[in-house]
């Protein structure tokens, strides 16, 4: 297959547009509102009944979260291991896309006091972007060469902070201004707004799916899933000879791990430590998101020119400086300043990440969703060990979150030190399947 086509790169960029309306809208900045509101209206506080069982709302969410995090994580790596031996990557995009993009369209049926629906179908929507992931991940080795894997990592990420901006701009048009619309309130608007992200989401990912190539593997029999497990073997083995690959998997699992808590948490420590409206948290996200595609930009470029390792280092330093900085914040204006500092290195941490581990990943394999299912999996187990750590040291500090923003710090300082033992090769040609 010939690599750097433009029309596949885009093609392949456009399913982080697509999906990234999931991400923003489903995930952080409008469903968590919705579910809180209609929930409490529905059981008249925070209890709620969930299949006779008596629970927190907010609790019950971040488990349906953490537990569909949790079952990708165990999934994602047999699926990559039957994909990459029967050449199947597309395929288990689809499905994952479709499963995702069903259970955002269902969302528009839950009105507070079905939370059942509810919850499944949060579930399954987190359950279908995270394994559609892993798979869209592991295309970049197959469609580019390695001097063009930070170009083209940032451009996706950018391509889904631009559509999910788009989409979210016109979503809290019709929730604020739902009349403009012909929609009798904002309740109608927003389970509306789930229908948009389900169609968003499946129809834009159909640019991608007709533009990216599928090698051709082995066809699907009785024992395809023992030779899933197979493939996978044979990635764990080719892992204990490339040590810079697996340090760097160590190196990402610390980092991320302060990432990923402090993208989940930063609209939460801005309600709870500075009391700042629902209009000026969702302002935030925005701010965010638009910083973000600078960030991702700015820093593929600095890798181009000074490597991979220092770009990361310098992106690591800043998160700790960050984290630092919270502690002392105090006002919606030093917050928003915050948020445009977390926004430019959350752009492009997670853009270099990916590109960076695409060239560690051996020369010459075929088994770039195996090897991406490990990425994805230290991805999902250091979000939970993040929020968890950040839950367990407001506990400890008495309801206060500025100490748990000054301990995610230590995440970003141990990850800098072991990203230092890494050796990034500056030129690397994936296979050309």
């Known amino acids: 297959m010939e690599l750097n086509q433009p029309h596949t790169i885009r093609a392949w960029c456009f399913f982080d547009w697509a999906n990234s309306a999931y991400s923003l809208v489903i995930t952080t900045a409008v469903f968590p509102l919705y579910y809180s509101a209609v929930t409490e209206s529905a059981f008249g506080g925070r209890l709620v009944q969930f299949f006779g069982l008596e629970v927190d709302k907010g609790a019950l969410y971040s488990y349906a979260i953490s537990f569909s995090f949790l079952l990708i994580a165990f999934l994602?790596?047999?699926?990559?291991?039957?994909?990459?031996?029967?050449?199947?990557?597309?395929?288990?995009?689809?499905?994952?896309?479709?499963?995702?993009?069903?259970?955002?369209?269902?969302?528009?049926?839950?009105?507070?006091?079905?939370?059942?629906?509810?919850i499944i179908a949060a579930i399954l929507a987190s359950i279908g972007y995270a394994g559609a992931l892993v798979f869209y991940n592991a295309f970049l080795p197959e469609i580019a060469t390695a001097d063009q894997f930070d170009r083209i990592s940032a451009k996706g990420f950018s391509f889904g902070y631009l559509g999910s901006v788009l989409i979210l701009v016109l979503i809290l048009t019709m929730i604020q201004q739902p009349a403009w619309f012909g929609l009798p309130n904002a309740s109608i608007a927003t389970r509306i707004s789930f229908l948009m992200v389900g169609m968003w989401?499946?129809?834009?990912?159909?640019?991608?799916?007709?533009?990216?190539?599928?090698?051709?593997?082995?066809?699907?029999?009785?024992?395809?899933?023992?030779?899933?497990?197979?493939?996978?073997?044979k990635v764990w083995k080719s892992l204990q000879h490339h040590r810079y690959t697996r340090i760097f998997l160590v190196a990402f699992f610390l980092y991320n791990t302060g990432v990923q808590t402090t993208i989940y948490l930063a609209s939460l420590f801005g309600s709870d430590e500075l009391n700042l409206e629902t209009g000026q948290l969702i302002t935030t996200i925005l701010l965010l998101q638009v910083v973000a595609i600078i960030g991702a930009t700015l820093f593929a470029r600095i890798s181009e020119a000074r490597g991979n390792r220092f770009t990361l280092s310098v992106i690591l330093i800043i998160w700790m400086s960050i984290c630092t900085a919270a502690y002392f914040v105090h006002s919606a204006t030093e917050f928003y300043m915050l948020a445009g500092g977390v926004g430019m290195v959350m752009g492009g941490v997670q853009s270099l990440s990916r590109a960076t581990y695409s060239k560690l990943i051996p020369e010459h394999t075929h088994d770039t969703a195996s090897f991406f299912s490990f990425y994805d999996v230290l991805d999902k187990c250091s979000t939970v060990l993040g929020t968890m750590v950040y839950g367990i040291i407001i506990q400890l500090s008495g309801g206060s979150m500025r100490n748990s923003a000054l301990a995610l710090s230590l995440f970003f300082i141990a990850g800098l030190m072991v990203l230092q033992q890494v050796k990034i090769p500056k030129t690397h040609l994936p296979a050309t399947a």
Do not use: V
Not at 202 to 222: V, Y
């Open 76 to 118: 994602s790596p047999i699926l990559s291991g039957i994909a990459d031996y029967g050449g199947s990557k597309k395929q288990f995009m689809r499905f994952f896309t479709l499963l995702g993009s069903i259970a955002c369209l269902s969302l528009f049926f839950f009105t507070g006091r079905n939370i059942e629906l509810g």
């Open 201 to 233: 989401w499946i129809g834009f990912s159909q640019i991608t799916f007709k533009g990216l190539p599928e090698r051709r593997g082995h066809r699907f029999h009785s024992d395809l899933l023992a030779r899933g497990f197979k493939e996978l073997k």
